[in-house]
């Protein structure tokens, strides 16, 4: 339920010693490039192929592990390497982490024929190439206040809805050919979460919007 598409807001680091910038400026430069790769391949797959099929088979692999490598988020916050709310960063990365492992990794036949999945990676990847983007060069010491900044505070209002609308709809369809009773309960459980969850995430990206961009 994350738009850790969600547009997941990870405040900006503390000032600290060098070696702490340095490595947070490397992780969300890889991450910014690893998601534009999916973004950019994306957008040519769906141009070549009408078949929904092609967006599973060519970008699963590299979206579960590039989704995989934000668990480290987790540990930033804790460690207070940045000033990221250590249950919503934690929320926000399980929750992702949960869609690519437990439904598009578990359920390709839920998964690979869903137009849905290439919605939910479009809004993904756009969202996150900015956040990266957006974090990156705020560490490198460049000018952060034009459009990027709007962009990153101003695109998940419809990167969000996509986002969230595309999970549901993939863990959904997951529920219809699990035959585990115990996994179809998890589903349920979370499906039912999505509502009271989405809403909590949108209103504090809109507080933080309204801080931000003041």
């Known amino acids: 339920m994350k738009q850790n598409m969600s547009i997941a807001h990870q405040p900006e680091p503390r000032a600290g010693i060098s070696i702490n910038r340095i490595y947070l400026l490397f992780y969300n430069a890889v991450c910014a490039s690893l998601w534009f790769r999916i973004l950019i391949t994306l957008i040519f797959t769906l141009v070549s192929s009408p078949d929904a099929s092609v967006v599973y088979t060519n970008l699963e692999p590299w979206t579960r592990f590039t989704q995989t490598l934000a668990v480290v ?11 990221s709310p250590v249950f919503t960063t934690f929320t926000q990365v399980f929750a992702r982490s949960t869609q690519v492992w437990a439904v598009n990794y578990a359920f390709p036949e839920a998964t690979s024929p869903s137009r849905a999945y290439a919605a939910m990676l479009l809004a993904w990847s756009t969202a996150d190439v900015i956040r990266y983007a957006y974090f990156a060069t705020m560490l490198a010491g460049l000018n952060n206040t034009g459009i990027l900044k709007w962009l990153r505070y101003s695109l998940f209002v419809i990167l969000y809805p996509v986002g969230i609308g595309s999970e549901w709809w993939l863990m959904y369809n997951a529920t219809k050919v699990t035959g585990n009773m115990a996994v179809l309960a998890v589903f349920y459980f979370f499906l039912g979460l999505y509502v009271p969850g989405s809403v909590m995430m949108y209103k504090y990206m809109l507080r933080q919007r309204r801080k931000t961009l003041a």
Do not use: D, L, P, W
């Open 73 to 83: 988020e987790i540990i930033h916050a804790a460690c207070g390497i940045t000033r």
